[in-house]
């Protein structure tokens, strides 16, 4: 029983020798490798981790900073409303006969877009026509009367009220015949105003009555609605503490040039002009109320639309600029990495400015124009870091 029970011990230790010897070649491979990656992972790297040249420099791209004037902008919210809203009414009774223009047609200021039935006005103009030339006659022998009387009146053979009368008769007849005239004036017109013409220019919008029905100048609904957007205007609200700056311009006579973006203020649409500026400032919001006008050529600008109005205000003469990839953000403020002749770099805080196209930034302190920062590489960076600058296709490096 003894020798037994040995003999099943010994296997038990066999069997339990073997998974431990299966257990380290198994793993033991792994974490030899994984240590030697570790070992040859730590080589060439900086101080964050980056790879490094050898000498212990860093790759880094640079740019020289630039010298230039850029523009200085203030940007608000601002609402397209048109340069001029009508809403086309008759000015005398009559029935619609026919409409000249098709809903969201382009009209000029002049032209003719409905007829009405103008056929009473013209009978009204007939009998007035009718009535001048009598009261003409009359007058005409009126004024005959008065020259025989004016004789005998002369020669003592005529009173003097009856002298009077009839001069009294001729003032009559005259005020007959400018009575006549002005009424068949008021004919004519009522006849032009049959005739609806458009009283600006701009697209018209959805037909408010069919010919066939009886419109009357006391409607308010009107025939259609016609909105100017050629010029259009936009307006928009400012910061009180640009009344000033914008009342000098003005007063002045400069133009204060104003571009209107799309809601993301990134595509430019239109190019205009500041024309007015509100005679008051708004209490509830501290904002001034501006209006600028555009030619709109292309209608890229349409009524109610809403746009970003970017007004320039003024301009910085012969600042720094620099790419906008060179500049960093900390909790400090915005930064750069300088490259000196040494080719050490020097973390700079910087203060910016406005944009310069879409990928240059004014620096309005802490730069020089001429200088070359850093624009590609500066995770790796310190101030003292040594680098050496790399070109962006090739990769070769060329020192300073």
């Known amino acids: 029983m003894t020798t037994k029970k040995n003999i099943l011990r010994l296997l038990s230790l066999l069997a339990v020798t073997g998974v431990a010897g299966a257990l380290i070649v198994h793993y033991w491979p792994a974490a030899g490798q994984t240590a030697k990656h570790a070992q040859m992972g730590g080589m060439g790297r900086g101080k964050r981790g980056g ?18 004037d850029v523009p200085q902008y203030v940007t608000a919210l601002g609402t397209v409303v048109p340069n001029a809203s009508v809403t086309v009414t008759s000015q005398v009774d009559g029935q619609l006969m026919k409409v000249f223009f098709s809903e969201g047609q382009q009209v000029k200021k002049g032209q003719l877009l409905a007829q009405l039935d103008a056929r009473s006005y013209q009978a009204t103009l007939a009998q007035y026509e009718g009535e001048l030339a009598q009261n003409q006659a009359l007058l005409k022998s009126a004024k005959l009367t008065l020259t025989r009387y004016k004789e005998l009146y002369a020669k003592d053979s005529l009173a003097k009220q009856d002298l009077d009368s009839q001069i009294a008769t001729v003032g009559q007849y005259q005020g007959a015949v400018k009575a006549d005239q002005a009424q068949i004036a008021a004919a004519k017109l009522n006849i032009d105003y049959a005739a609806i013409t458009a009283p600006v220019s701009g697209r018209v919008g959805l037909r408010l009555v069919d010919p066939g029905n009886v419109v009357h100048s006391s409607d308010t609904t009107g025939l259609v609605t016609i909105t100017q957007i050629q010029p259009i205007a936009v307006t928009f609200s400012v910061p009180q503490s640009y009344v000033q700056t914008l009342l000098k311009a003005l007063h002045q006579g400069t133009t204060l040039p104003v571009t209107a973006l799309d809601q993301d203020g990134t595509t430019e649409l239109a190019s205009g002009s500041l024309n ?3 005679n008051e400032i708004d209490s509830s919001t501290g904002t001034v109320k501006l209006k600028a006008m555009f030619a709109n050529s292309d209608e890229a600008l349409y009524p109610n639309q ?19 990839q060179a500049i960093q953000l900390s909790s400090d403020g915005s930064f750069v990495y300088v490259v000196g002749a040494d080719n050490t770099v020097t973390r700079t805080a910087v203060k910016t400015g406005p944009q310069l196209g879409t990928d240059q930034q004014a620096i309005l302190e802490g730069l020089k124009g001429g200088e070359q920062v850093v624009t590609a590489g500066i995770d790796n960076l310190n101030t003292g870091s040594k680098v050496s600058v790399v ?6 490096k060329g020192q300073q």
């Open 51 to 68: 790879p490094m040249l050898p000498g212990g420099s860093v790759p880094v791209q640079t740019t020289t900073v630039g010298i230039a």
């Open 276 to 278: 007015f500026i509100s």
């Open 391 to 396: 070109t962006a296709s090739s990769g070769s």
């Open 306 to 324: 809403f746009v970003n109005a970017r007004l320039q205000i003024g301009q910085y003469r012969q600042v720094p600029v620099v790419s906008s």
